[in-house]
T-cell receptor, first 114, second 113 residues
């Protein structure tokens, strides 16, 4: 019940296209949903995050869409660029056992071809 | 602004040798601190978390231990490394009582041979 399922595992998009990564969760106690971007050999960096009382959040070319009833959320990267090629992780957070627990999806490796 | 450091950046150790990885955070007080391990091409697995000096909780029983000797210092240790301990170790911090966002360090690549 604390899992976060992420798909697809890998994604190839042409430059200028839209990249879409999906995540689903079961536990309704999750109340914060961040997306992280990770380049090879580096630590994950926060990209954008959303709370369940908001259905969409946009920051530049990155948009999170959130469907509370379906327990799903997705990341859309508009006008994808080769520099966006990285691994993307969705995550879900809840307060449990005295601390904020962050559960990660398995990751999506995105390749943007020029 | 806040900064998180990890060292060493890479480490190659023989099986059975000890381990000590260090993480320090600057620019904040009493942060929540976390150790994660990332296997190649996989997601992040939480190993330990700490809400204060000397307060360590483990998520997964294993060959590793953690300590927090100072407010902004978090150490991951092992007395005897196993081959299965190889991976990318990430330290993260979160503002105590603040938002739920965790910020990650640059990581340590550990190879056990």
């Amino acid at each position: 019940q604390q899992q976060v399922k992420q798909s697809p595992q890998s994604l190839i998009v042409q430059k200028g296209g839209i990249s879409i990564i999906n995540c689903a969760y079961e536990n309704t106690a999750f109340d914060y949903f961040p997306w992280y971007q990770q380049f090879p050999g580096k630590g994950p960096a926060l990209l954008i995050a959303i709370r369940p009382d908001v259905s969409e959040k946009k920051e530049g070319r990155f948009t999170i869409s959130f469907n509370k009833s379906a327990k799903q959320f997705s990341l859309h990267i508009m006008d994808s660029q080769p520099g966006d090629s990285a691994t993307y992780f969705c995550a879900a957070s809840m307060f449990s056992g005295g601390y904020n627990k962050l559960i990660f999806g398995a990751g999506t490796r995105l390749a943007v071809h020029p | 602004s806040q900064t998180i450091h990890q060292w060493p950046a890479t480490l190659v150790q023989p099986v059975g040798s000890p381990l000590s990885l260090e993480c320090t955070v600057e620019g904040t007080s009493n942060p929540n601190l976390y150790w994660y391990r990332q296997a190649a091409g996989r997601g992040l697995q939480l190993l330990f978390y700490s809400v204060g000096i000397g307060q360590i909780s483990s998520e997964v029983p294993q060959n590793l231990s953690a300590s927090r000797p100072q407010d902004r210092q978090f150490i991951l240790s092992s007395k005897k490394l196993l081959l299965s301990d190889s991976g990318f170790y990430l330290c993260a911090w979160k503002e105590a009582g603040g938002t739920d966002t965790q910020y990650f360090g640059p990581g340590t690549r550990l190879t056990v041979l």
